[in-house]
């Protein structure tokens, strides 16, 4: 009888092309489905609740996949995990679900998280985890900033020119930014992103707090829908997804 099962995933992606299949290099879908087969001896396909690009992080990725049911999941978890947390790759979670549950169609509510330090000395500890950003920011103008993102709007100046989306409108439903010592926590919520959004409005926000912008220019380039006047994107290290909802 085959059987229905939810991953929660926790990864670095460093060293990784992203999430899905890549032909040039490694991807943490491909990592996953090597340790499930050894485990299960079958090929076994499963669904992401969406793609992170090359160097992008999660903290709750969520994936699931269809298989003959598991009869200790316990112990399952704990061999997955043996062959993955040396690729920097860990499971937190198995939880079995109805056969209809798909993590990607069934998703309501993606969370990403950015992560900013901001001083001039070097990162050590956070290098490749956050964006070192070494002018000093006003934390006040990014909190003012940010609310122009809540609600719906055309993103269109905010994604990727290799975006495939059909649409470019999308809903910014929660967002909050928050500075603790040198770090600085910035957090959206939507149903769904563009490829590079949460990137590119990061690095619209940063240009606002080093002064080099101010919030008519962020209001110019919602109307302009050209990504050649987006600021540049801000680095792949410092974004993770955080939780999926449903």
């Not at 929660?174 to 939507?190: A, E, L, P, R």
Request: net charge positive; with cysteine.
């Amino acid at each position: 009888m085959k059987s229905n099962y939810q991953l929660i995933i926790e990864y670095d992606g460093t060293n990784y092309k992203g999430w899905q299949y890549q032909k040039n290099g490694p991807s943490i879908q491909k990592e996953i489905e090597k340790a499930i087969k050894k485990l299960l001896k079958k090929n076994i396909r499963i669904i992401g609740s969406g793609r992170t690009d090359s160097g992008v992080h999660a903290i709750g990725q969520s994936a699931n996949f269809i298989c003959d049911k598991i009869e200790n999941e316990k112990k399952f978890l704990g061999s997955l995990n043996y062959f993955l947390n040396r690729k920097n790759i860990t499971i937190n979670s198995i939880k079995k679900k109805n056969l209809n549950f798909h993590s990607r169609f069934d998703a309501k509510r993606r969370t990403y998280k950015y992560m900013i330090i901001n001083r001039k000395n070097f990162l050590v500890l956070d290098k490749n985890r956050a964006w070192l950003v070494k002018k000093k920011l006003d934390i006040q103008l990014m909190k003012k900033a940010i609310k122009l993102f809540l609600g719906t709007h055309n993103f269109t100046a905010f994604r990727s020119s290799s975006c495939g989306a059909k649409s470019p409108i999308r809903t910014i439903e929660k967002y909050s930014i928050s500075k603790k010592g040198d770090k600085i926590s910035i957090i959206f919520s939507s149903r769904s992103f563009l490829q590079q959004q949460v990137r590119s409005m990061v690095g619209c926000i940063k240009f606002i707090g080093e002064g080099k912008w101010d919030n008519d220019n962020l209001k110019s380039l919602f109307k302009s829908k050209k990504r050649s006047l987006c600021a540049p994107p801000a680095p792949s290290s410092g974004l993770y997804l955080y939780k999926v909802t449903y």
